[in-house]
């Protein structure tokens, strides 16, 4: 079974420094995907970042990028910049290539501070 | 691109009644989509997965007669509630993934918050 865990319920950082989420994860699969989603305080589900586990390089979405270490089942989000607009939860989750489900962490809160 | 829109964003009902919540994919064919259930401060419970013209696929413990899912068509899949109790209140979000996305990747909805009194 595939399980993801998040060590970090709550974070906080000042506007405009760095902050980095931490993911791991356990699956015996080669072939995933990974994604980090954003909910705000309106609940809206926002898709932030995504990787390919074949893909050595870690994927950059502007502000947003991930440290992707598949030997040790690790993915994390830096958030570079850190805006007030970036306050929220933060999940991490896992799907196995060809399947449809989506494994969630518990969540990480963050919190950005004027 | 890749929206999906739920309806409505929130509800009361009375204990016993029964609710349908619509979930739309707006501008792209949802061949698969999910539901979700996040009680407060925890992250989502998968609670079904359907594929457009076939049967839903309930995760374990999630009772089928209670939770009625409908997927008719490429861009609308329901969610009925039959017979809501109070312990059936929370916070549901749809999800969609098919073509002219990235197969793998989700679009989550706004979620519709149910409170059954």
């Known amino acids: 079974a595939q399980t993801v865990t998040q060590s970090q319920p709550e974070m906080s950082v000042q506007e405009a420094e760095t902050v980095t989420l931490s993911c791991t994860y356990d699956?015996?699969?080669?072939?995933?995907?990974l994604f980090w989603y954003k909910q705000p305080p309106s609940r809206q589900m926002i898709l932030v970042i995504r990787?390919?586990?074949?893909?050595?390089q870690n994927a950059t979405e502007n502000r947003f990028s991930v440290n992707f270490q598949k030997a040790a089942k690790s993915f994390s989000l830096k958030i570079s910049d850190s805006q007030l607009g970036d306050t929220a939860m933060y999940f991490c989750?896992?799907?196995?290539?060809?399947?449809?489900?989506?494994?969630f962490g518990t969540g990480t809160r963050l919190t950005v501070i004027p | 691109g890749a929206v999906v829109s739920q309806h409505p964003s929130w509800v009361i009902c009375k204990s016993g009644t029964s609710v349908k919540i619509e979930c739309r994919s707006l501008?792209?064919?949802?061949?698969?989509m999910f539901w979700y259930r996040q009680f407060p401060k925890q992250s989502l419970m998968l609670m079904a997965t359907?594929?457009?013209?076939?049967?839903?696929?309930?995760e374990q413990g999630v009772e089928k007669d209670k939770f009625l899912i409908n997927h008719a068509s490429l861009t609308l899949s329901t969610l009925t509630v039959t017979s809501a109790h109070p312990e059936d209140s929370s916070f549901y979000i749809c999800?969609?993934?098919?073509?002219?996305?990235?197969?793998?990747?989700?679009?989550f909805g706004p979620g519709t918050r149910l409170l059954v009194l």
């Open positions: 501008d792209f064919q949802a061949t698969t």
């Open positions: 989750a896992f799907m196995t290539t060809g399947a449809n489900n989506l494994f």
């Open positions: 990787q390919e586990a074949y893909k050595q």
């Open positions: 999800s969609a993934s098919g073509r002219a996305t990235r197969a793998e990747t989700q679009y």
């Open positions: 359907s594929n457009e013209g076939s049967k839903a696929t309930y």
């Open positions: 699956t015996s699969e080669n072939n995933y995907y």
